[in-house]
Structures are given as C-alpha cells and as structure tokens.
C-alpha cells in the first residue's frame, strides 16, 4: 500500500481554507475515485489529470486509486486542486519523491498535455500558505498576484514536468519577484478639464478627504458624471494592508487583475439595469458584487432613481455596516464592502425641473412619483446631496483661467486624511456616535443652529451625525482644531435634496 499527501486551497469567499489531498494506491481492479464533497469540475479532474500524467512521459499507476480531499464537509469547486492531486499520485506511484512535497502547497489547472491554466482565488491562497510558511507553486500566469505578499515565497510553472524535475533536485525553479508598484500612472482624465461647478468640486474634495456619500442632481449635460468619474483621482493609494483586501477581491471574481496598479482605490459604475444579486454578490457558490469590487474605492450610480427600487433598498444595511453577508444553505459568506457611494440623478423624470436650457413637461404628480423612486432611509445615509447646474458664460469663456489640477486638490485631501488618521486612526465617514461626540465637538451658538435645523429640515439622528462628520471634515480641509460655524453652515448646506426635488423633508 502507498499512501501520499499534499497541500492545496479551496475558495470559500475571501478566505483560502486549506485542503489536504490524500491519495492511497491500493490492489484491486484498477479505477480512481475522488471523494471529499467534490463538485462537478472537481469529479471531472480525474481524466484530465490522467492524461496530463501519460502525456508528461509519467507512469499513471494500474491500480486502485482513492483522493480524498479533506476536510469533507468543505465544498470544493473548479480545476484549482488538479496540480495538487497529480502530484500526489506521482508522490503514491514512487515517482516523486516524498520527503519534500511537505514543503509546498500547489494551486493549478490542468490541460491534457501537462500545461498548467490559471485559478481564481491566487492571492488569498497566498496570504494563507504565508501564515503556513510553506512554498505555493501556481501557473505562471497567476504568479504576479500570488507573489504581492512579501512573505510568501511563491513558484511559477508552465507544465508539469517542471514541477516535478524541481522536486526531484534535477532543475530547481527560482522564486518569482514582484514588480514593482507604480504609484503615479497617467491619468487621461483631471478635475481641471471640467469648467466651472466650482461647488461641485469643492463637494468632491470634502467627499475625498472624509470618505463621505454624494448625491449630484441636475439636469442632462450638466456634468454629473464627469464630476463623479474624476473622484478616483483626488483619492490616494491605498495603504499596504487595505489594497490587499481589494486585490483578494479582485483575484476571486471574474474581473481583470493587474498587478501594477493593485494600490488604487477601485471605481465601479453599474448600469441601472444590475440585479441586486449583481449589485451585492451571490450565487450558489457565493461570489462578490459590485458593492464589494467597489471596496475602499467608489462606487458610482447614475441615474439613480432608474435603478429597481429592490436594488437601491439592499445598499442600506452595507452602507453602515461595511461589509455584506450571504446566506446559503450550505455555507455563509461574508465580503467586505466599505464603499464609498457617489449617485447622480436627474431633478424630474423629463431632467429639465428646474433648467434654463429647456421646459420642464412633468405635471405635479409625476414630480412627486419620480422623487419618491429613493426611499428617506437611503437618501439619510447620502452626507451630501448638491444640486449641478450650467453657467453658460463660463462653458462659453474660452480665455478663462483652468481650475485646480486633481493634482493639487489630491495634496489637501491627504493631509487632512492625515489629520484623522492622526486624531482617530480612520476617516470621518467611519465614526461611530460615541466618537463622533467626541471628535465633532460643537460650541453652545452652532448647537442652537444645528437644533434649529433639525427642526426645519426634519432631520434624523443619522442625518444629524453625518452633518457633524461633513463639518469635521470641513475643518480638516481647514486645519482648524475644533468645528466652526462657517464649517457647520457649509455641512447644512448640502443636505438639499428635499429642496431640489421638491418635496417635503422626512
């Protein structure tokens, strides 16, 4: 009897349990049976590793061959266990020897002729077989991503024999080195290319430099989504532990990883017509949304009110929770999901309530149906809601000086990012209320003016912190130690929706 173990990783979420593969070769009629809670794609490995094994010139054992694939209750899906089990046969068969697969974990796919195609779900693999101090061996092409954490020693193969002569001492394969991180790339898009909306911009850097929800409202052409689509860039690079979190993300889902740029906060726009399974994430084996992808980065939503009215209710519970919890009946996952929300929606169902450039058609009725497509409970967790609109002289003024550079606004949002690193050690936005009565101390006039307000506005508790974190950042901008009033006077001034729209406050 031969008995062989070896390493590899399931993808359950962000997480990478580990799975030991256990193959026994024993006499009897010879067959192989994979157990272990082995999905489809799983089962199906059999034949591929089978004919990767003959056609790398290895011996395939004429015997009674059983893999389990511990522990049994975890579900194991897609080809990334196939490097894992071939290894193992060829360490049961005697071909490899055993005395050094204890040192590796091994993640890959593969083909009929030994070639091995790359896995989602690389990097967390990583971050875990790290913690093991093991060695991880993976697909070339899956090699950049696995190699971001530095201590993790990690091995990129093209084909299965070159994993095998490493292991038998004939040709050893170096450890593959990360590039480096590119911190400042060409940007073909800048907040000076937009012409006046100079409170709009003044609204993106507080919404930088605090993490806080926007609301743009206004009329087509106005520059809605220009505004929102130049946020990314006031925005800096994310810290070394954060930007691992949003590239374990990125390396489980289906989207395009490039490790180069792995330090930028992500920026997601869904259409109007996404699912709230798209927008939240889901599936029978669990994948992340939009609201994930979006994760430490932005996540734009135009033409808000087009959005099923299903979808824009599930943003409320991750918009203050941070994070995303699916519920299947074999499993429950959870993805992180600290977004930062910017929308933009038009005043009216025909855009034009409002607008020098053209009549509004809507009657009354509709005005107030088209306000009422956004629930109070989600507009209360939108700290700033601004109405844009055009000056014509200024789009018409060709001699006009250029505004700011993203440049030079993204050098004040980083230092007041300091500023409350340094006072609270995380953004304004994230305060709970027991810190933010700390933190957002007001003096006995403005607490007047801010009663008064929540009188007239009819505003919540929720929307009174946020006023409170909005006017902290305000001061941040500032350097200023303590909130003022212009501070406190400029936070109340964009909580406009109620009036924009034009409907009541509550």
């Not at 994310?238 to 490039?258: C, G, R, T, W, Y």
């Not at 600290?338 to 309530?353: D, I």
């Amino acid at each position: 009897m031969s008995l062989a173990i070896t390493y590899s990783r399931a993808n359950l979420g962000i997480e990478a349990p580990l799975v030991t593969v256990e193959t026994h070769l024993s006499n009897g009629l010879p067959s192989l049976s994979i157990v272990g809670l082995p999905e489809t794609a799983v089962k199906e490995s059999k034949d591929r590793v089978r004919s990767a094994i003959i056609n790398s010139q290895f011996e395939f054992p004429t015997r009674r061959i059983t893999i389990n694939l511990a522990p049994a209750d975890l579900p194991k899906e897609g080809g990334r266990f196939d490097l894992a089990i071939a290894l193992s046969i060829l360490v049961a068969s005697g071909q490899i020897p055993k005395q050094v697969i204890a040192d590796y974990e091994f993640l890959g796919e593969l083909a009929l002729t030994g070639q091995l195609r790359p896995i989602h779900g690389a990097l967390p693999a990583a971050l875990q077989c790290a913690k093991q101090r093991r060695s991880l061996v993976v697909p070339a092409e899956n090699a950049a991503e696995a190699a971001l954490p530095e201590q993790c020693q990690t091995i990129a193969a093209n084909h299965l024999l070159e994993i095998s002569t490493h292991l038998r001492g004939q040709q050893t394969l170096d450890y593959y080195q990360a590039e480096p991180f590119t911190s400042e790339a060409p940007s073909n898009v800048d907040l000076m290319d937009v012409k006046g909306q100079y409170q709009a911009k003044r609204v993106l850097e507080i919404a930088a430099a605090g993490g806080h929800n926007l609301l743009f409202v206004g009329p087509p052409g106005t520059g809605k989504s220009m505004l929102a689509s130049r946020l990314p860039t006031l925005l800096p690079e994310l810290p070394e532990k954060e930007a691992m979190e949003v590239a374990a993300i990125q390396s489980i889902s289906n989207q395009h990883f490039d490790p180069l740029s792995w330090r930028r906060p992500p920026f997601r726009a869904p259409h109007h017509t996404a699912s709230a399974v798209a927008l939240v994430g889901g599936g029978s084996n669990p994948k992340p949304g939009e609201i994930s992808l979006a994760h430490r980065g932005v996540l734009f939503m135009d033409e808000l009110p087009e959005f099923d009215r299903r979808v824009l209710e599930v943003l409320r519970e991750p918009l203050e929770s941070g994070e995303i919890v699916i519920s299947r009946a074999s499993q429950q996952v959870c993805f992180p999901a600290k977004f930062q929300l910017v929308a933009a929606m038009n005043p009216c169902h025909c855009g034009y309530k409002g607008s020098s450039t053209g009549n509004c058609r809507c009657t009354p009725d509709q005005l107030n149906r088209y306000s009422r497509r956004i629930s109070g409970p989600l507009l209360d967790r939108i700290d700033m809601q601004v109405e844009v609109a055009i000056n014509t002289q200024e789009l018409l003024n060709q001699s006009s000086a250029a505004g700011e550079s993203s440049v030079t606004i993204k050098k004040r949002v980083i230092a007041a990012r300091n500023i409350q690193q340094q006072r609270q050690h995380k953004l304004n936005k994230e305060l709970a209320a027991p810190e933010v009565e700390n933190y957002c101390v007001l003096r006995k006039e403005d607490k007047e003016l801010i009663s008064h307000a929540i009188e007239r506005l009819n505003l919540s508790a929720r929307a009174y912190h946020r006023i409170l974190k909005v006017a902290r950042t305000i001061a941040d901008l500032d350097k200023s130690e303590g909130i003022q009033s212009p501070h406190l006077m400029e936070a109340l001034g964009y909580r406009k929706f109620d009036q924009v729209m034009g409907r009541n406050a509550g």
